[in-house]
């Protein structure tokens, strides 16, 4: 249990609403319970139990005996009311319940057959009761008499706010609480709730709901702000000048390598300002899309940085698409070019855009400028836009700009320090918007992108010794693959087990060059297999990233100590530079911490909305009500 004071002032603040209002104090302390109830909930229909004395009769006051009964009250705070209409509303069915308060509870529970759970009550789960009936002083001869609270150990329901005066003058008493559901800190944060709504209702009971305040001025300080970063700086350097800026640097370090292929930091720059030269002259600038339609290879990625160097925008369509869906990418998009491979073109659906075939056109295009075109990109400029995979509706173009994606590189290089320049794994498709962290996070530091082909990266078995054989240092993958890595490294060592001891017994899930795994996408689990593969590489670290299509990477958390000591779901961490973060409730104001409620992202990284669909962007790409 926990005691809590609503003030010295409260009974006057009630009363005076109550007076105004036609209601009873009782009807004020649920009206604002209830509103409470429904603004932590999210929900519209709150049901609220109380106790009732059952005495409606004169002649049963003098009796001995146990008349109460127990009362469910409900009330509909659906469009959103002020504060009278809502106490209008209680004391409607408030006044409706007293009407039939002689209605056993327990005979109402059978009639309406409530499905029973031995976990909480039926009907209502929260109750409220006021302590105000007249009370005078008990004298049995001598002995002093006085109340003296009983302490049962147990809570009979979730929740019991039990009010009373509170001895000065004031009005507090004491909240019940199941320790399986509430914390302390909750209930205490409730109560302060509590007397926040009540004071902004006795101010303007004709404000809606949904605008009482709740919060301190120091808690919303905290939950606005204290949980975003204080670097809320955009970067202005686009990628490809990052990559540029790193092969003057480094000309001859590697930047790919393929199978026996090998590319230089010199070699990629010359081949993609070559192939940009060539997108130019097709018509290619700033905000014009180029869709990319190849198979995993150098080319491919060469592809996406010429697109960037001649001012475009690539625009990702796996080959492998259906028809139907390649068409509707290539016309919802816009694409002036195609860039493809002979074997890739020979599937495309009819298009209006120019296919540029890479491969048998390598001649031509090699007979380019190898110096880089100068063309004038500005951060509001788009760099690519992905379609969402169309699992909820229409599949939707997000369109991301220059600056959210220079500014993610830009965290990600401070974020990973000198320990930047590693060897990378591309793993992921081109239509997955992690794959712009792998190859231009790791360009921009000067690693080496390591490409591995599509039966390797679907096979466990064969990606373990691949990463091993190429000593790939870093990976970014989705759950399910890093699942699927874990577990074939889980086979791999019992099977080894299985033949030998001691000394000579190889584990198989150990990578002795991985030193970090990123994963993304999909909600991080931390299942057996998955702590058995982090304990067989005790030096790599694992990050948490998470972000929809619409802004890339928002946050991360960094899973650390020792993998038996993981949560099962770990959290998606805290916000990145440059990125906003709020849980916000349906009217988008902020809720407390440990209050459910919709996660809306803002700041540098956000997309400048979905290409072709402004209905839809309005829709979801709203002001930011709190910055």
């Given at each position: 249990?926990?005691?809590?004071?609503?003030?010295?002032?409260?009974?006057?603040?009630?009363?005076?609403?109550?007076?105004?209002?036609?209601a009873?104090?009782?009807?004020?302390?649920?009206?604002?319970?209830?509103?409470?109830?429904?603004?932590?909930s999210?929900?519209?229909?709150?049901?609220?139990?109380?106790?009732?004395?059952?005495r409606?009769?004169?002649?049963?006051?003098?009796?001995?005996?146990?008349?109460?009964?127990?009362?469910?009250?409900?009330?509909?705070?659906?469009?959103?009311p002020?504060?009278?209409?809502?106490?209008?509303?209680?004391?409607?069915?408030?006044?409706?319940?007293?009407?039939?308060?002689?209605?056993?509870?327990?005979?109402l529970?059978?009639?309406?057959?409530?499905?029973?759970?031995?976990?909480?009550?039926?009907?209502?789960?929260?109750?409220?009761?006021?302590?105000?009936?007249?009370?005078?002083?008990?004298?049995?001869?001598?002995?002093?008499?006085?109340?003296?609270?009983?302490?049962?150990?147990t809570?009979?329901?979730?929740?019991?706010?039990?009010?009373?005066?509170?001895?000065?003058?004031?009005?507090?008493?004491?909240?019940?609480?199941?320790?399986?559901?509430?914390?302390?800190?909750?209930?205490r944060?409730?109560?302060?709730?509590?007397?926040?709504?009540?004071?902004?209702?006795?101010?303007?009971?004709?404000?809606?709901?949904?605008?009482?305040p709740?919060?301190?001025?120091?808690?919303?300080?905290?939950?606005?702000?204290?949980?975003?970063?204080?670097?809320?700086?955009?970067?202005?350097?686009?990628?490809?000048?990052?990559?540029?800026?790193?092969?003057?640097?480094?000309?001859?370090?590697?930047?790919?390598?393929?199978?026996?292929?090998?590319?230089?930091?010199?070699?990629?720059?010359a081949r993609?300002?070559?192939?940009?030269?060539?997108?130019?002259?097709?018509?290619?600038?700033?905000?014009?899309?180029?869709?990319?339609?190849?198979?995993?290879?150098?080319?491919?990625?060469?592809?996406?940085?010429?697109?960037?160097?001649?001012g475009?925008?690539?625009?990702?369509?796996?080959?492998?698409?259906?028809?139907?869906?390649?068409?509707?990418?290539?016309?919802?998009?816009?694409?002036?070019?195609?860039?493809?491979?002979?074997?890739s073109?020979?599937?495309?659906?009819?298009?209006?855009?120019?296919?540029?075939?890479?491969?048998?056109?390598?001649?031509?295009?090699?007979?380019?400028?190898?110096?880089?075109?100068?063309?004038?990109?500005?951060?509001?400029?788009?760099?690519?836009?992905?379609?969402?995979?169309?699992?909820?509706?229409?599949?939707?173009?997000?369109?991301?700009?220059?600056?959210?994606?220079?500014?993610?590189?830009?965290?990600?290089?401070?974020?990973?320090?000198?320990?930047?320049?590693?060897?990378?794994?591309?793993?992921t498709?081109?239509?997955?918007?992690?794959?712009?962290?792998?190859?231009?996070?790791?360009w921009?530091?000067?690693?080496?992108?390591?490409?591995?082909?599509?039966?390797?990266?679907?096979?466990g078995?064969?990606?373990?010794?691949?990463?091993?054989?190429?000593?790939?240092?870093?990976?970014?993958?989705?759950?399910?693959?890093?699942?699927?890595?874990?577990?074939?490294?889980?086979?791999?060592t019992?099977?080894?087990?299985?033949?030998?001891?001691?000394?000579?017994?190889?584990?198989?899930?150990?990578?002795?060059?991985?030193?970090?795994?990123?994963?993304?996408?999909?909600?991080?689990?931390?299942?057996?297999?998955?702590?058995?593969?982090?304990?067989?590489?005790?030096?790599?670290?694992?990050?948490?990233q998470?972000?929809?299509?619409?802004?890339?990477?928002v946050?991360?958390?960094?899973?650390?100590?020792?993998?038996?000591?993981?949560?099962?779901?770990?959290?998606?961490?805290?916000?990145?530079?440059?990125?906003?973060?709020?849980?916000?409730?349906?009217?988008?104001?902020?809720?407390?911490?440990?209050i459910?409620?919709?996660?809306?992202?803002?700041?540098?990284?956000?997309?400048?909305?979905?290409?072709?669909?402004?209905?839809?962007?309005?829709?979801?790409?709203?002001?930011?009500?709190?910055?």
């Open positions: 249990s926990f005691r809590f004071s609503l003030g010295e002032d409260a009974p006057a603040r009630v009363a005076r609403v109550a007076r105004e209002r036609g009873t104090p009782f009807m004020v302390l649920l009206a604002a319970f209830q509103a409470l109830l429904g603004r932590w999210g929900q519209n229909d709150v049901v609220v139990g109380t106790p009732i004395a059952n409606t009769r004169p002649e049963l006051e003098p009796l001995i005996g146990f008349f109460d009964n127990t009362l469910a009250l409900r009330t509909d705070l659906s469009g959103d002020g504060f009278g209409e809502l106490l209008r509303r209680v004391r409607e069915g408030t006044l409706e319940a007293y009407a039939h308060q002689d209605v056993p509870f327990e005979k529970v059978d009639e309406l057959k409530a499905e029973r759970s031995l976990s909480h009550a039926p009907l209502f789960q929260v109750m409220l009761t006021l302590q105000n009936a007249p009370g005078g002083g008990l004298a049995l001869g001598d002995a002093d008499i006085a109340p003296r609270a009983a302490d049962t150990g809570s009979r329901f979730d929740l019991t706010l039990i009010l009373a005066d509170d001895g000065q003058g004031g009005l507090g008493g004491w909240a019940e609480y199941a320790t399986a559901l509430w914390d302390a800190s909750t209930i944060r409730l109560t302060r709730h509590l007397d926040a709504l009540l004071r902004a209702a006795a101010a303007d009971a004709d404000a809606p709901v949904s605008t009482l709740l919060l301190s001025a120091e808690e919303r300080t905290d939950v606005v702000d204290g949980f975003n970063p204080g670097d809320h700086a955009e970067s202005a350097t686009p990628v490809h000048e990052l990559v540029a800026a790193q092969a003057a640097r480094t000309p001859d370090a590697g930047a790919i390598e393929h199978g026996g292929e090998r590319v230089t930091y010199a070699e990629l720059e993609a300002n070559r192939l940009a030269h060539r997108l130019i002259r097709m018509g290619v600038g700033p905000d014009v899309r180029v869709a990319v339609a190849m198979e995993r290879s150098v080319d491919l990625v060469v592809a996406v940085l010429a697109v960037l160097k001649a475009g925008c690539y625009v990702p369509v796996d080959p492998s698409y259906p028809a139907d869906r390649v068409a509707y990418m290539l016309e919802g998009s816009g694409a002036r070019v195609v860039l493809a491979t002979s074997a073109a020979a599937r495309l659906p009819r298009t209006q855009a120019a296919v540029l075939r890479v491969d048998a056109e390598r001649e031509e295009i090699a007979r380019e400028p190898a110096d880089a075109p100068r063309v004038d990109v500005h951060p509001e400029n788009l760099l690519y836009v992905i379609y969402t995979s169309g699992s909820t509706g229409r599949p939707k173009g997000a369109a991301l700009p220059h600056r959210a994606l220079a500014t993610l590189v830009r965290w990600q290089l401070a974020r990973w320090g000198t320990a930047a320049a590693a060897r990378t794994l591309q793993f498709s081109l239509s997955f918007d992690v794959s712009f962290q792998e190859i231009f996070a790791t921009a530091a000067g690693g080496t992108l390591v490409l591995v082909d599509d039966e390797t990266r679907r096979d078995e064969a990606l373990i010794a691949y990463l091993r054989e190429h000593r790939v240092e870093r990976l970014f993958l989705p759950f399910a693959a890093l699942q699927n890595l874990a577990e074939a490294g889980d086979r791999g019992a099977g080894d087990r299985g033949q030998g001891t001691g000394d000579s017994q190889r584990d198989a899930a150990h990578l002795p060059h991985l030193r970090e795994v990123i994963t993304a996408g999909e909600a991080l689990r931390s299942t057996p297999q998955l702590r058995a593969f982090f304990r067989a590489n005790p030096g790599c670290a694992l990050e948490n998470y972000g929809p299509s619409e802004t890339h990477v946050s991360a958390h960094a899973v650390e100590g020792e993998p038996e000591g993981w949560p099962a779901l770990p959290p998606i961490g805290a916000p990145i530079a440059g990125t906003r973060l709020y849980v916000v409730d349906r009217h988008l104001s902020p809720v407390a911490v440990g459910p409620g919709e996660l809306y992202a803002g700041g540098a990284g956000l997309a400048r909305g979905y290409l072709g669909r402004p209905g839809l962007t309005a829709e979801r790409f709203v002001p930011d009500p709190l910055s």
